[in-house]
């Protein structure tokens, strides 16, 4: 049979999915993912809980995996679950833990998460997990640059848990499971490989596929033999006790997160271990009064009720559908008003926040009012402003009274952006955002002159003039000539470019911000001939203060920074077919070019301003003599 694609291998694991509570789509707007998990799998909780962290919406298949169901033991299921295997060792033994890592690829478990937007089968839960928070802009970031290498660290420990192994067998020393686990689990390895037998049956001809029933059922006869083992059993329990025990160790310094002050996808992971432990009646690996740890643990205690208490963990475990609650942790589905007959609360209408709002969910209560946005980059730019905003916030700790000064300055600053002063635009630049906008948007191919910051002089509409006019408008100064070509970058010229060009008189000041000037002056717009060139002449720009007398002004003092910008000309080119350039030549030798306040200058820009005697224009006019001369080639990147 020949390979089927994606959406067909998706389409055929669907079909005998019919159950609408056990498949359904989760929040609003469209779904990107589609995941198959299972209400009670911890590796299922773990990426439920990312996807409601990061207010992300799916389409959920909660499939059974427990007998007599076992849904992901279907053929269909599991041809789309090798799809995303990448040719890895399949999983032969049991050492009751689920890491793909360290346990090799069980091709017939869950979650498989499906990403329809690039086409990728995703089948490992820390994978996917990594995934979802790497490229979904919702929520807050969970594996932060800084703390790549703890929470990895954190994540190992986690993953190296033995909880499976304590979910299907009894202690030795007595069954502290929960009574559905004492009286359900016995026999449900001889149920898994019979039912596994059957998968195999309906692959012949499918040489993949019987590989893959082979494996797990390896896995499944050695997990037999492992929990029916008293000394394995036992060496499982003192793992987890001795890991818990560590936990507090590093808990003692009574940080809020186990990575510190940010809540990260170690805390993810944690919240479901340690909620698992406690489902099955280890929560005296940390409460004590139990004959196999009588040591209360109160750092992990108190860290397991924060993580409990999240509200995305609520979401994606407790409150979930299907999943039932154990004797060991009634209280929080009693407390949540739930019980096994009971359906989880409704989710939220987009536009609705809930009412009981605390400093714990006020930022994903702002959240969920964003999730009925229709338009997606407004909801994308919406989310990322909300979390940075209450993320900066919570860090800082502001009094009411900083705050208020705070809304007041931004008061003063748009006050201040009235005619030619645009107080918000100095203020992008000196914070260097307008030169990451700048960055971000002009990534051009080696080769093509470098973007620079656009400034708060830039002026629409400037007079037109021919090539070899004097823009200076009468204001006196030394006399510079610019002579400059239009070229791609394959080093031809562009004919007809417009050129926009503006720069300060040697007093740094610029024409709009001269009191009793009539009209524009020392700026112009040029038009460049079939050779590419343009050329003009003016006077010498010199360094200057930006305006310090407004709330910019005020902001630089209070960090001791320079007020002063290197001299320098700004152009600005269109052509059709090519990306705009924004940029401007710094002279080279001012003394102010390694504190340029808003971050424009770029080793590229800064270009040698030569005073000249008996030069010519291109077209062979005399320039004034003797003159500040400035030549330079403006290379533009095609559009793709």
């Not at 998990?37 to 990426?47: D, G, P, Q, R």
């Not at 400093?359 to 407004?378: F, S």
Request: with cysteine.
């Amino acid at each position: 049979m020949a390979e089927r694609g994606l959406a067909e291998r998706v389409a055929a694991a669907n079909a005998p999915l019919t159950d609408p509570d056990r498949n359904r789509s989760i929040g609003s707007g469209a779904q990107r993912f589609e995941l198959y998990h299972f209400a009670l799998s911890v590796c299922s909780h773990k990426v439920r809980t990312v996807l409601a962290e990061k207010n992300a919406p799916w389409i959920s298949h909660d499939i059974g995996i427990l007998p007599p169901l076992m849904e992901n033991y279907h053929p269909d299921y599991v041809r789309l679950r090798m799809q995303g295997g990448g040719g890895r060792e399949l999983v032969g033994g049991y050492t009751g833990r689920s890491s793909t890592t360290t346990e090799g690829f069980d091709p017939c478990v869950v979650p498989t998460l499906i990403d329809h937007e690039t086409g990728q089968v995703i089948v490992d839960s820390r994978a996917i997990c990594e995934h979802i928070d790497r490229i979904w802009e919702g929520g807050s970031e969970l594996i932060p640059a800084r703390l790549h290498r703890e929470i990895d660290t954190e994540i190992a420990i986690v993953d190296g848990t033995p909880h499976v192994a304590v979910l299907y067998g009894a202690h030795p020393d007595g069954d502290f499971r929960p009574k559905m686990l004492q009286a359900n689990m016995p026999g449900a390895h001889d149920f898994k490989i019979m039912k596994l037998m059957e998968g195999r049956s309906l692959s012949v001809g499918h040489p993949r596929l019987i590989a893959a029933y082979d494996a797990k059922i390896r896995k499944e006869a050695a997990a037999r033999h492992f929990v029916a083992s008293p000394d394995m059993m036992r060496q499982a329990t003192t793992e987890i006790l001795s890991i818990v025990e560590a936990l507090e160790s590093r808990l003692q310094d009574n940080r809020d997160w186990i990575c510190g002050d940010a809540y990260t996808m170690a805390d993810i992971q944690w919240a479901v271990s340690l909620f698992r432990l406690k489902w099955l009646g280890m929560g005296f690996a940390w409460q004590g009064g139990h004959k196999l740890n009588d040591i209360e643990r109160p750092h992990v205690a108190a860290y397991a009720l924060r993580l409990f208490d999240r509200p995305s963990f609520r979401e994606a475990v407790i409150h979930w559908p299907g999943n039932p609650p154990s004797e060991f942790v009634a209280e929080y589905y009693e407390k949540a008003g739930l019980s096994d007959s009971e359906p989880a609360p409704k989710t939220l209408k987009p536009g609705e926040h809930g009412r009981d709002i605390r400093e714990e969910n006020l930022t994903r209560a702002v959240l969920e009012t964003m999730k009925g946005a229709r338009n997606p980059r407004a909801q994308k730019v919406l989310n990322a402003f909300t979390r940075h905003l209450h993320e900066f916030i919570e860090e800082i700790e502001p009094s009411e009274e900083e705050w208020e000064w705070a809304i007041e300055w931004l008061t003063r600053t748009g006050q201040l952006s009235v005619g030619g002063r645009q107080e918000f635009v100095l203020l992008s630049d000196v914070t260097g955002a307008t030169a990451r906008v700048d960055m971000v948007n002009h990534r051009f191919p080696d080769g093509a002159t470098e973007n620079s910051v656009l400034g708060p002089f830039f002026v629409e509409n400037s007079p037109a003039f021919q090539n070899g006019a004097d823009i200076s408008g009468g204001i006196k100064g030394e006399p510079m000539l610019m002579r400059s070509r239009v070229l791609d970058t394959q080093g031809n010229p562009i004919a007809n470019a417009r050129v926009d060009v503006w720069h300060s008189d040697d007093d740094g000041a610029y024409d709009i911000l001269m009191p009793g000037l009539d009209g524009l002056a020392l700026r112009g717009m040029f038009r460049t001939d079939n050779d590419g060139r343009f050329w003009f002449t003016s006077i010498k720009p010199h360094s200057y203060p930006i305006p310090e007398d407004g709330t910019v002004g005020e902001l630089l003092r209070a960090s001791s920074r320079s007020i002063i910008r290197p001299a320098h000309v700004h152009v600005r080119v269109d052509a059709p077919g090519y990306h705009r350039l924004t940029t401007m030549l710094f002279v080279e030798g001012d003394e102010f070019m390694d504190s340029d306040p808003v971050f424009g200058v770029k080793n590229s820009l800064v270009v040698p301003y030569e005073k000249k005697p008996g030069q010519r224009m291109p077209d062979g006019a005399p320039a004034p003599d003797p003159c500040w001369t400035v030549d330079y080639d403006f290379v533009m990147a095609r559009k793709h």
